[in-house]
């Protein structure tokens, strides 16, 4: 069993539709980090999460530390949002470790 | 300010050969984190170093191998390529160790033949 669940792992939604995306890790964590990845490889960081909830924009981020969860949520996705979303975990001593990724395709 | 660089951003080897890719973290960073995606899969970990020390090490095997220098840029050695080995590989920069956000470069898409 992988340490880090995404699930789903491809979703294909329409355009003004609210997403949410799911993570579930099984260690314990310093920081749990949402990252996405464009075509041709290009990582960007979303949101860097310990406790509670994080909002950028449409993005908004949550995490409970207890359940070992953390939700990443796009309100009025847009064909632009499509891209792989990336839920990563960091242990004190180490580096991340990723989830599979979640292919988002919004469509016009 | 620049983000992270990577050079080479493509490189195309022989089984057998050695090479070494080059990252240069953003301005006032010290931490850089090397990681290989293979394509259709997520990026694993393979070395992060901080302040010129190795600070974790994945599972990779000893032909993989890394140094952070001064400057605090980073090179990722492999020797003894194996096909296997093609992957994209992804170095990113913090300002510190833990709890901070990693900034990824583009990464150097290597494929060994």
Excluded at chain 2, 10 to 38: A, D, E, F, M, N
């Amino acid at each position: 069993k992988n340490e880090v669940e995404q699930s789903p792992q491809n979703l294909t939604a329409q355009e003004g539709e609210f997403i949410t995306i799911n993570c579930s890790y099984s260690v314990g964590i310093s920081a749990l980090h949402w990252l996405q990845q464009h075509p041709g490889g290009g990582i960007v960081s979303l949101f860097m999460l310990s406790s509670g909830k994080k909002k950028h924009g449409r993005l908004i981020a949550t995490i409970n530390i207890q359940e070992k969860h953390s939700s990443l949520h796009i309100t009025a996705s847009h064909p632009r949002d499509s891209a792989v979303y990336i839920c990563a975990v960091r242990r004190e001593a180490d580096g991340l470790t990723f989830g599979k990724g979640t292919h988002l395709i919004i469509q016009p | 300010d620049a983000g992270v660089t990577q050079s080479p951003t493509h490189l195309i080897k022989t089984r057998g050969q050695q090479v070494t890719l080059r990252c240069s973290p953003i301005s006032g960073h010290k931490s850089v984190s090397w990681y290989q995606q293979v394509l259709g899969q997520g990026p694993q970990f393979i070395f992060q170093y901080y302040e010129k020390e190795e600070r974790g090490r994945g599972n990779f095997p000893d032909r993989f191998s890394a140094r952070q220098f001064p400057n605090y840029s980073s090179e990722l050695n492999v020797n003894a390529l194996l096909l296997g080995d093609s992957a994209l590989y992804l170095c990113a920069s913090s300002r510190q160790l833990a709890k901070n956000i990693q900034y990824f470069g583009a990464g150097t898409r290597l494929s060994v033949l």
